[in-house]
């Protein structure tokens, strides 16, 4: 079966400093990737998708990225994180076929301080 | 771009009384997605609907597609501590990503 890893679950940062937040999916090949930004009590904001490797479609300006460098690693970054940055970020995968369900990692809680 | 609405926002009932949420997009759309966020937890997917005037039910739960394909419904009969969570609906466009609504929040009082 298919699973979905992502770490840290908790992430406590200073203003300033960068971020690696790494995502990997078991059991399955070509996934569609994606990573979502959710602030408190709020919906679910799309910030970077992947077709495949090294295949990035970032949805929002922002000062994230993404990174693709394996078929079933996704990784969101930044080189200076902003207050702004803070809230529950998840990724998720799903088959080839964009109409598909996606499915959720347990997520990554970033407080920047 | 597509937009998703959502309403209500909130929702408290009390346990055993129904609840229902109601998804409306601002396009046509080729298919639609609700999943159930439980508190703390993350988006659990529960059901897809393709068809026009499609009506899928889970137990409890009924979901409905409308006529036009802009807007979609989740019904909860009498209501269970258990369902408390935020409720989203992803709207699916031709060819485009899902666009998640803003979800409802859904309290149970027991």
């Given at each position: 079966s298919q699973t979905i890893h992502q770490w840290p679950a908790t992430l406590v940062q200073p203003v300033g400093s960068p971020l690696s937040l790494e995502c990997t999916v078991e059991g399955t090949s070509n996934p569609n990737l994606y990573w979502y930004r959710q602030a408190a009590g709020r919906g679910l904001q799309l910030l970077f998708y992947s077709i495949g490797i090294d295949q990035i479609s970032s949805e929002v300006p922002q000062n994230l990225s993404a990174s693709r460098p394996q078929d079933r690693q996704f990784i969101l970054s930044s080189k200076k994180l902003l207050l702004s940055d803070s809230g529950f970020y998840l990724c998720a995968w799903s088959p080839l076929n964009s109409n598909q369900p996606q499915h959720f990692g347990d997520g990554t809680r970033l407080s920047i301080l | 771009g597509q937009q998703v609405m959502q309403i209500p926002q909130y929702q408290h009932v009390q346990e055993g009384e129904d609840f229902t949420t109601y998804c409306n997009s601002s396009t046509t759309l080729s298919n639609i997605q609700w999943y159930k966020q439980r508190p703390g937890g993350h988006p659990v997917f529960l059901i897809q609907l393709v068809k026009s005037g499609e009506v899928k039910k889970q137990k409890r739960l009924t979901f409905q597609f409308g006529e036009a394909k802009k807007n979609s419904s989740l019904h909860i009969t009498a209501?269970?501590?258990?369902?408390?969570g935020t409720y989203f609906c992803a709207g699916g466009g031709y060819g485009q990503n899902f666009v998640f609504g803003p979800g409802t929040r859904l309290s149970v009082l027991p």
């Open positions: - | 209501t269970q501590t258990t369902d408390v």
